[in-house]
């Protein structure tokens, strides 16, 4: 034990318990002095005082060694001013060392309690005005009694400002009546932890809070007041708010997100269920919107993405809900809606707003949607199963043609397993070989030759038979199998035009359809050429026909695609032409080859003027710039008529030939020359009048 065991002064109840043992050592010390009388020899008084000094070090500590040593001093003074008589002398210097070391004591612990008692409420005071938080007390009738700088901070009011005023002034009016409860508490002892709520500043600002109570008890044990910690909470509050806002809401587009729609969704059919009412859902797709992100990236997608979001919260009511369901796929929950009818007047809506221009960067992007409806109760008692019936009914619109929007129907969902299913084999098809191609032939309407061949994809599936495109390229071209579908049919096609030729038949160009997303494949130039060099096909015996409204949907990028292609010796046609509603002015800028008139304006030129009227047109401004004009299906000799007066091309279509295997393809071609293309006047009168 180290002799000077505390340094520091001592403080409070343990400076009694020191000074205690400081008299207890002088005691002993004294004892100790009479016992080792006989051997200290003379009376010295001052072998009293030392011995007090050491014990009281080796017991209490420097301090009180130091104060046993100047009361012992003060002991020897009153010792040596006593009668001479050495019994009194000894008595003396006993009780006088002892009484003055024990009053001594007693002061100095008293003292030192004070002291520290004062030392203490000081720096209380100190911690409470410097806290962060606000910390104030009342009186049992609510009036403020401490107000620390917290306080002035977080409402605004300083201490002489806030003290003596009624603590409601900081309490919304809405929740005052909270006081009474939370005095109910106070009064029982009872503590409150972490309780949040909302007070009010001094200019009348709401903040939010957490406020910690505990009651102020008197020695007698009396609750005389009330205790408050209000933390400001607010950041918090704000940050879980955002927290909850990104939970349940798209990033992009900052619309609700599946999640919140089932939860708005399940609300709204407990409504409607409660009040014999009917709601509706609708289910839109963006049609070709991966064309425009493959093509203009992504930042240019997540655009028209936003611009589409906003178009679609200005078609509905503030009382629907409008969601993104991921990818270009939006869902619009319709509450309240009193008959079918207006579920298709919204469909419409929607529909004609999305047709305009949007404006994204430099580009003015159109897009259009398919739409799926369907309404409670008719199509679906939960959340899950209107959206599955929507999103049904929304492929239905797809298959049908874009733009347009289509209510459920039961029968649907057997088409939809079967749709499933069919995208499920078509992923292996191509490993499986159960692709062919048929051939039908192009024909020289001037001389009746063979001009070339188009070739078209069918599927041979095990379980359905022989598929038309019609049946699985729209699925192809959902699910992204399309690039490498079209990249067989190309090299296929590639392959058995260099068999022809290589077999002595007349060289015969084959033409090849071109998707959007082919198209716009990064890799489809290369892809090109890899096909020609491996197949030995001569580049001028290749067509790609490509549609107008995939040719117009990004120029610029276009126009270069169609440079190198020509630079290449490919032949470019444009597919279905007069469908896309685009500027003429691009058959002077892309270098075209042909243009394929689409058979909605053949069909009718025997019966409607107007349509008479456009292939006419069509067909001398495509003679006018040097481009060949080709027709789609002729169906009969009417129509065949017509278009070798106006001096059309090429046609093709069942009145020649319908789409045939290669092997009889090559039959064909050992003649050259389609008999029932011979030319004729009988049919002069269809010439268009005016």
């Known amino acids: 034990m180290p002799i000077l065991k505390n340094r520091s002064i001592p403080k409070g109840n343990a400076a009694a318990v020191q000074y205690a043992q400081a008299i207890l050592a002088a005691v ?19 072998h009293t005082v030392w011995l007090a000094v050491v014990f009281s070090a080796w017991f209490c500590g420097l301090w009180p060694a130091i104060i046993a040593t100047i009361v012992g001093a003060l002991g020897v003074w009153y010792s040596l001013l006593s009668p001479s008589h050495a019994f009194m002398r000894d008595q003396t210097e006993v009780f006088g060392m002892v009484g003055f070391l024990f009053l001594a004591s007693c002061i100095i612990a008293l003292g030192e309690s004070s002291r520290r008692a004062f030392f203490d409420r000081s720096a209380l005071a100190a911690i409470v005005d410097s806290s962060d938080d606000a910390i104030i007390s009342t009186n049992l009738d609510g009036a403020m009694t401490s107000w ?51 007070r009010v500043t001094k200019t009348g600002a709401r903040v939010d809070v957490s406020v910690t109570m505990s009651p ?66 609708l289910f839109l797709d963006l049609d070709g919107f991966k064309h425009i992100n493959d093509s203009l990236g992504h930042a240019v997608g997540d655009k028209l993405l936003q611009a589409v979001a906003r178009r679609l919260k200005q078609c509905v009511r503030n ?61 679906g008692s939960n959340a899950d199963a209107l959206i599955k019936n929507a999103d049904t009914a929304m492929y239905q619109a797809k298959e049908h043609g874009s733009d347009s929007y ?68 729209p699925i192809a071209e959902d699910c992204g199998l399309i690039v490498p579908i079209g990249e067989w049919v190309m090299r296929e096609a590639c392959k058995q035009a260099r068999a022809w030729i290589d077999a002595g038949l007349p060289a015969t160009p084959v033409a090849v359809n071109i998707s959007s997303l082919e198209f716009r494949n990064k ?74 008139l689409d058979r909605s304006f053949v069909h009718e030129i025997a019966a409607n003027e107007d349509d008479a009227i456009i292939v006419s047109a069509v067909i001398s401004m495509g003679n006018s710039l040097g481009h060949t004009v080709i027709a789609e299906g002729i169906e009969t000799a009417e129509q065949l008529a017509f278009l070798q007066i106006h001096s059309c091309t090429e046609g093709q279509g069942y009145y020649f030939a319908r789409p045939m295997l290669a092997g009889q393809f090559a039959k064909l071609l050992e003649t050259g020359v389609m008999a029932t293309a011979v030319p004729t006047e009988c049919c002069a009168n269809l010439a268009p009048r005016g």
């Open 216 to 281: 102020v008890i008197d020695p007698e044990g009396r609750v005389v007041g009330i205790s408050k910690i209000a933390r400001d909470i607010g950041e918090r509050k704000l940050l879980e708010l955002q927290m909850s806002h990104l939970a349940q809401h798209d990033v992009l587009t900052d619309l609700p997100n599946r999640a919140l729609l089932i939860d708005r969704l399940t609300q709204a059919i407990a409504f409607a269920r409660r009040n014999s009412g009917r709601l509706a859902v």
């Open 28 to 46: 002993i010390a004294i004892f100790l002095r009479y016992l080792l009388a006989p051997f200290l020899g003379t009376y010295n008084p001052y």
């Open 523 to 596: 890799k489809f130039i290369e892809s090109v050429g890899n096909i020609l060099r491996d197949t030995g096909l001569e580049p001028y015996h290749l067509e790609l026909e490509v549609t107008e409204t995939v040719l117009m949907q990004h120029a610029a990028s276009t126009t270069s695609v169609l440079e190198v292609l020509h630079a290449m010796g490919v032949r470019i046609a444009v597919d279905d032409f007069g469908t896309g509603y685009s500027s003429l002015s691009y058959l002077r800028r892309f270098p075209i080859d042909a243009l394929k």
């Open 406 to 473: 289509q209510f459920f129907e039961r029968s649907m969902n057997v088409r939809a397993v079967q749709r499933q299913s069919l995208e499920g084999s078509l992923r292996h098809a191509v490993e499986r070989k159960e692709f062919v191609l048929y051939y039908q032939p192009k024909v020289n309407l001037k001389t009746g030759v063979i001009s070339g061949a188009e070739a078209l994809i069918r599927w041979m599936h095990p379980e359905f038979g022989l598929l038309p495109p019609l049946k699985f390229v």
């Open 148 to 198: 620390n700088r917290g306080a002035e901070r977080l409402f605004g009011l300083t201490p002489q400002e806030a003290v003596g005023l009624p603590i409601t002034i900081i309490i919304p009016p809405d929740l005052q009546q909270q006081e009474a409860r939370i005095l109910e508490c106070m009064l029982a002892g009872e503590r409150i932890d972490n309780y949040e709520t909302v």
């Open 319 to 379: 009382s629907d809900t409008v969601s993104r369901q991921g990818g270009d796929e939006f869902v619009i929950l319709l509450p309240e809606i009193a008959h079918p009818e207006d579920v298709a007047i919204s469909g419409q809506k929607i529909l004609a707003a999305l047709r305009a221009p949007h404006s994204v960067n430099e580009y003015a992007l159109q897009i259009t949607a398919s739409i799926g409806l369907c309404t409670y109760p008719e199509d």
